[in-house]
């Protein structure tokens, strides 16, 4: 179904934002 693959899309926007804010602060760490 439709709201299956919507389901799926906000899944993998949501892990993508997540990632983003973990790459964030591994190059933060890593400039202190």
Known sequence: SIDG???LISD???NQ???N???KRN???RLV
């Open 5 to 7: 693959v919507d389901i």
């Open 12 to 14: 993998q926007k949501a």
């Open 17 to 19: 934002e997540e990632l």
């Open 21 to 23: 804010k973990i790459a």
């Open 27 to 29: 190059i933060e760490i």
